[in-house]
């Protein structure tokens, strides 16, 4: 047996999902955590194939959670028009409950109701591809889902495009509302700080308040989907939200930006695919405790994909793109204590560096530390553990850069006290 056969079975054991009893979805879904660019060809070529092809694809762009709707549209429809879609074969799904200030003409918080339109809802159906914008994603439940949770027309007919074989994808606020539990607002922080708030009724939730945790759209069956992931260090707000919701779900999955995760229905599989990657977050051997009424989280699992990555969820396997090479033995650096100081926050080193290279592909620490402050003398230390099934695999290819896959890797999140005193 080989060395990446046993690897794959740990990660198997590690980190499967009991879904026997849930059917397959014959759909597909491209859920990008935001900041996604024109020039991505390796998302755009994806989207377009699950949605039949440049010749037979035809998408409904669902603006709604857009302060902008209409420019929303436009700016999807161009770069579609550019990778070969048909013109009259992309159409405008006018539900939104903002006004866009670039049409003088049109007030489109009146779209507000437009769920509810039996026309809408079949120009919907007939599409091969649906697409969310980015935004808030609190707009598109308020747009498409009735008080009493009840589906408007239009989300039941985009469901059939999902049940059919089409495809669903969104970007930002388009892929948080992908999982049935939706992350709606907050930061790393204030999750840490303040637990979980699932009672707000306003407009604009306080970022500094904790997390927001509402109900999503359900498209996506495997767990919690958070967006922005690297680049808004929103580590500690996908780990306080899942220990929240388990055990009904125990994986989450963080996505950066200018990245997909990709979810093929009928194989129970899932890709990534873009710039960055995919942390994927376990909760099922993790607890969770408080400290001064400040939350701490031990033995998390936390696994890192990107391009050409992907992970069989009725094994439970992770299987790095073939390109890339075992780390272990072979490791590039040599520093004993690496560590950096504020990863919770979007102002520091990104958590794939320490991840990565600091960890991983460093032979000179098996743990290392590091500390954010939330006052002036308390901070929360987040702690990564190589584990005896921890392993690393590497690319360096010229065209892109560095690429890595890191599998269960143990993190701990645990608040500290600070004390600072001068050398003499």
């Known amino acids: 047996m080989t060395k990446l056969r046993i690897l794959l079975i740990a990660c198997a054991l590690i980190f499967s999902i009991s879904l026997s009893s849930q059917p397959l979805s014959r759909g597909n879904l491209v859920i990008v955590g935001g900041g996604l660019e024109y020039n991505n060809k390796s998302i755009f070529n994806q989207l377009i194939e699950f949605a039949g092809g440049t010749e037979k694809a035809a998408f409904a762009i669902i603006p709604s959670a857009s302060a902008t709707p209409v420019q929303s549209y436009i700016y999807f429809r161009n770069i579609l028009i550019s990778y070969g879609i048909k013109p009259d074969n992309i159409h405008l799904v006018n539900v939104a409950t903002m006004d866009d200030d670039s049409t003088l003409d049109v007030n489109e918080s009146t779209w507000k109701d437009n769920g509810n339109d039996p026309r809408l809802a079949e120009l919907v159906r007939k599409c091969s591809a649906v697409w969310f914008s980015g935004g808030d994603q609190l707009r598109i439940m308020k747009a498409l889902v009735r008080p009493d949770g009840s589906h408007t027309p239009v989300l039941e007919a985009v469901w059939d495009v999902f049940r059919s074989g089409g495809v669903v994808g969104g970007t930002s606020a388009g892929a948080a509302i992908m999982s049935e539990a939706m992350i709606g607002a907050g930061n790393s922080l204030a999750a840490l700080t303040h637990g979980v708030i699932t009672d707000y009724a306003g407009e604009d939730f306080p970022e500094d308040d904790g997390v927001l945790m509402t109900k999503g759209l359900g498209f996506f069956p495997l767990g919690i989907v958070d967006q922005h992931f690297l680049v808004r260090a929103r580590i500690g707000r996908l780990a306080v939200a899942l220990m929240n919701e388990k055990p009904r779900f125990n994986i989450g999955f963080g996505i950066d930006e200018n990245t997909a995760l990709i979810y093929v229905g009928k194989l129970n599989l ?22 001064q009424k400040l939350i701490s989280i031990t033995n998390l699992s936390v696994s890192y994909l990107d391009e050409g990555d992907s992970y069989n969820v009725s094994t439970g396997i992770i299987s790095p793109a073939s390109d890339k090479k075992p780390i272990r033995g072979k490791e590039s650096h040599n520093v004993q204590n690496p560590g950096q100081a504020g990863i919770l926050t979007q102002y520091s080193s990104s958590f794939r560096d320490l991840l990565t290279v600091n960890l991983m592909n460093n032979k000179g620490a098996d743990t290392i530390h590091n500390v954010s402050f939330n006052e002036q003398h308390s901070a929360f230390q987040v702690t990564l553990s190589k584990t005896p099934s921890s392993e690393g695999f590497y690319i360096d290819r010229p065209a892109d850069g560095h690429h890595y896959t890191i599998t269960n890797v143990r993190m701990d999140i645990e608040p500290v006290k600070i004390s600072v005193t001068p050398l003499k």
Do not use: D, F, R
Not at 270 to 288: L, Q, R
């Open 270 to 291: 899932v890709k990534v695919a873009g710039a960055s990657g995919v942390v994927m977050m376990n909760t099922a051997n993790a607890s969770i405790s408080h400290v």
